[in-house]
Nanobody
Framework: QVQLAESGGGLVQAGGSLRVSCAAS????????MGWFRQAPGKEREFVAAITASASRVYYADSVKGRFTISRDNAKNTVYLEMNSLKPEDTAVYYC???????????????????WGQGTQVTVSS
């Protein structure tokens, strides 16, 4: 079992920045791919970014590429999502997720992740 807990969400104006964090406990954090997903009201959960276990590779959705940065600190069992140049369409609940099959590479579908946090709300006002 692994427990994930997001933090750092909030309200920000368009063009602003926010960093959300996800703290993990339980299974060995350094053995998993970590992903960030988001879900806006009435929409399906969508992939945002992911990072491999050793942080050697990252992958972003086209909608956030160049604005968001995913990183991780395995010593602190924490993954981060730095969000810059935020837009109103970035408004959503942001979830972190863990995938303990790192040999299969980065996955983009939320159903392929094993564990989830409770989510943190990010609201971008225009």
């Amino acid at each position: 079992q692994v427990q994930l807990a997001e933090s750092g969400g909030g309200l920000v104006q368009a063009g602003g920045s926010l960093r959300v964090s996800c703290a993990a406990s339980g299974r060995t954090f350094s053995n998993c791919v970590m992903g960030w997903f988001r879900q806006a009201p009435g929409k399906e959960r969508e992939f945002v970014a992911a990072i491999t276990a050793s942080a050697s590779r990252v992958y972003y959705a086209d909608s956030v590429k160049g604005r968001f940065t995913i990183s991780r600190d395995n010593a602190k069992n924490t993954v981060y999502l730095e969000m810059n140049s935020l837009k109103p369409e970035d408004t959503a609940v942001y979830y972190c997720a863990a995938d303990f099959t790192p040999h299969q590479g980065i996955k983009l579908r939320w159903r392929e992740y094993d564990y989830w946090g409770q989510g943190t709300q990010v609201t971008v006002s225009s």
